[in-house]
């Protein structure tokens, strides 16, 4: 996030969008907040307010939570020993 603020930043600077931005739809990944944290920062908005979780990775994951349980990887691990098992 830290790294990704200051290319956005220049982005909107050249293009003069300062007075024109809106809010943020990213998915949950910490990077982010840090991100619209630091832009908040320096073009004077509230990050909390104009931050938005991307509804299809929200729905993502509660899928995902729903059919795999709690370590979708372990579940994946076992089917791929059983698929290893000879007959």
Known sequence: GVN????ISAIVQ???LEQK???FVCDNASNNDTCIEAL???FEFD???RRIRCIGHVINLVARSLLFGKE???LEEK???SNDIEL
């Open 4 to 7: 990704i603020a200051p290319t």
């Open 14 to 16: 050249t293009f003069g």
């Open 21 to 23: 931005l809106g809010w």
């Open 40 to 42: 908040g920062s320096e």
């Open 47 to 49: 990050h909390f307010e």
């Open 72 to 74: 979708p990887e372990a």
């Open 79 to 81: 089917l791929t020993q």
